[in-house]
């Protein structure tokens, strides 16, 4: 179950003088990093290609290209929604009839995001009303932490000892 931190931690880094460093965590590319599987057409040759197959082949992602889904998009930025998609199923979240925000009734990931919301690995994106999701916006570096660090409190410390310390 803490495998997709395994997947997520060591690749978020920081950015030294001189160095590009890694894209922002909410890259694609970036956050399928550290371990190898099966996926798509467009990943091929793709420094994270086993990676992003990897993450294909429990379905925690199903590619950017529907209803096809035969391409990853690894140059692409998430957006809040996708994520919330990608933490959905890496952890099998259950569907909720809660609905938590105003503004992604009409987002395809309408049920991921209010998954999410009932377990409070999310709390919104305007506070302090907290009322909406945000769903089509880019995750920042600091949600991804946010968003790890609550998701990865679910797991009651399995996995703690994956962190660099």
């Known amino acids: 179950m803490c495998e997709i931190a395994h997947l997520y931690v060591p690749s978020v880094r920081g950015q ?8 922002p965590a909410g890259y694609r590319g970036t ?5 190898r599987g ?8 793709n420094v994270h290609e ?9 379905g925690i992602t ?9 391409e990853y ?6 957006t809040r929604g996708q994520m919330a998609a990608f933490l959905r199923r890496a952890f099998n979240l259950v569907e ?6 105003t503004d992604d009734d009409d987002s395809i990931f309408h049920d991921d ?3 999410i919301a009932a377990v409070r690995i999310t709390q919104g994106c305007n506070p302090p009303d907290n009322d909406q999701f945000c769903p089509d916006e880019t995750v920042t570096r600091g949600e991804m932490a946010s968003f790890l660090v609550r998701t990865l409190a679910l797991t009651d410390g399995a996995g703690d000892d994956l962190f660099y310390r």
């Open 50 to 58: 086993g990676n992003i197959e990897a993450i294909a082949a429990p």
């Open 31 to 35: 956050v399928a990093s550290d371990r």
């Open 113 to 115: 995001i209010n998954a």
């Open 73 to 78: 998009c690894p140059g692409d930025d998430i």
């Open 62 to 70: 199903q590619g950017c290209n529907p209803p096809d889904n035969d």
């Open 38 to 45: 099966v996926f798509a057409t467009d990943d091929d040759g």
């Open 96 to 101: 909720v009839s809660d609905n938590f925000f």
């Open 16 to 23: 030294s003088r001189g160095d590009p460093g890694p894209r």
